[in-house]
């Protein structure tokens, strides 16, 4: 009653521009009971969140319209401040009440923040703490609880600095995806298969290499921007557009990962033989000797889809981290509509992760046929590959420090 708590949330969701609404709200619900425990018992709580990538500047956002969003599933109000360090911010914190929940806007907008950042300067977690989001807002609160397990694998001041400082804590979704996702890890049903797509490649292209030298997993199926990766390193041709994107994504520099991968694993990383593309607005699909010479591929063939499906249907484990392709228009969402048919018929366990799998996974009405669903994407990869999440070690420091 009455302590002031800083609690990190990850309640990042795809947002429509046009109406200023999420598209989404997956995320937000998954952390209501950790916000709502910490209310009822009187905390006054401070939510910290990001939204949209940083590397791809074009998709920040302001946080306000899930303050509006956690006030529905709380029933409750949600104060929201275009802030996060400065006076106006600081100033709303110490006016909080008992009970009270105060939404400050997207930390991303500070720069300590942000990926590049992070990235470029590797900064320890006591360094952390000296930067300004932590040393602005760490004064004014009493405890931190980080619920973010979604983003557990970045290694940024308000994920892994405010434990330097405070006695910190998991929050409930933190701790029941971290206890999930271990137990399955150790002991997990053969066939274990792993499905990675989408286009956010660097994590799947860590963890692949680990989880198959360890016998984790017994096949891994690929799609999307991780299959258009692995095929050029092949030397197969997937179009000059597909090319084009890999270079103006910035993630040329995982084909010579993606060609060693092939070179030690190419028995269990299945890829598409054939990749669908639009013509004058029409899904067209070929194989990849046919291909015409500047298709860009967004998605795999329903050939190859099914063929995937038939190993899913076989599979005790499955363990999934992103589309087979741009899922969003009808004309390329093909091959994620039938592994996602497939996921909710099989038998096995099946495990999806990261915000473009959950969304496809609500699209498609799968969500009470999956075994299990995990807010984080990368986080999820990270921690199969057994490396110790950033935020997992900042809250092993705080638990021996102010213990």
């Given at each position: ?301 329903g050939e190859d889809a099914r063929r995937y499906a038939d190993i899913i249907l076989g599979a005790r484990t499955v363990f999934v981290n992103g589309p087979m392709g741009v899922f969003e228009e009808a004309e390329t969402e093909l091959g994620t509509k039938i592994l996602w048919d497939a996921l909710g018929d099989t038998q096995g366990y099946t495990v999806i992760g990261g915000g473009d799998s959950i969304t496809a996974t609500t699209k498609y009405g799968k969500t009470q046929q ?34």
């Amino acid at each position: 009653m009455g302590k002031t708590v800083l609690c990190r949330v990850d309640i990042n969701q795809p947002v429509d521009r046009k109406t200023g609404t999420l598209k989404s709200t997956a995320r937000i619900e998954a952390c209501v009971p950790t916000l709502k425990e910490l209310s009822d018992k009187g905390a006054r709580v401070v939510i910290l969140a990001h939204q949209g990538s940083d590397i791809e500047y074009k998709n920040f956002y302001t946080t306000a319209p899930h303050a509006q969003a956690l006030s529905g599933f709380l029933g409750r109000e949600v104060a929201f401040i275009d802030d996060v360090t400065g006076p106006s911010a600081r100033e709303a914190i110490r006016q909080l009440q008992n009970g009270q929940l105060l939404l400050l806007d997207n930390v991303r907008f500070c720069s300590e923040e942000q990926t590049l950042f992070e990235q470029k300067l590797q900064l320890s977690h006591e360094e952390q703490a000296q930067t300004q989001v932590v040393r602005k807002l760490a004064p004014l609160a009493d405890l931190y609880v980080c619920d973010a397990f979604a983003a557990a694998h970045r290694d940024q001041p308000s994920l892994c600095g405010f434990q330097q400082l405070l006695p910190s804590y998991m929050g409930r979704l933190f701790e029941r995806e971290y206890v999930v996702i271990s137990e399955l890890m150790e002991r997990p049903e053969r066939p274990c298969v792993y499905v990675l797509g989408g286009a956010k490649v660097g994590d799947a292209f860590l963890m692949m290499d680990t989880v198959l030298t360890r016998n984790a997993a017994d096949q891994v199926l690929t799609g999307g921007l991780v299959a258009n990766i692995l095929l050029a390193a092949k030397g197969e041709a997937i179009g000059q557009g597909s090319l084009d994107f890999i270079q103006r994504s910035g993630n040329a520099r995982y084909i010579d990962t993606a060609r060693e991968l092939l070179a030690k694993h190419a028995d269990k990383i299945l890829l598409p033989g054939a990749l669908a593309y639009l013509s004058e607005g029409r899904r067209q699909e070929a194989a990849l000797r046919d291909l015409p010479q500047d298709a860009a591929a967004l998605d795999i063939s329903g050939e190859d889809a099914r063929r995937y499906a038939d190993i899913i249907l076989g599979a005790r484990t499955v363990f999934v981290n992103g589309p087979m392709g741009v899922f969003e228009e009808a004309e390329t969402e093909l091959g994620t509509k039938i592994l996602w048919d497939a996921l909710g018929d099989t038998q096995g366990y099946t495990v999806i992760g990261g915000g473009d799998s959950i969304t496809a996974t609500t699209k498609y009405g799968k969500t009470q046929q999956i075994g299990y669903i995990c807010t984080g994407g990368g986080a999820l990869i990270r921690f199969l590959t057994g490396e110790e999440l950033p935020v997992v070690k900042a809250l092993r420091h705080a638990a021996s420090t102010f213990s």
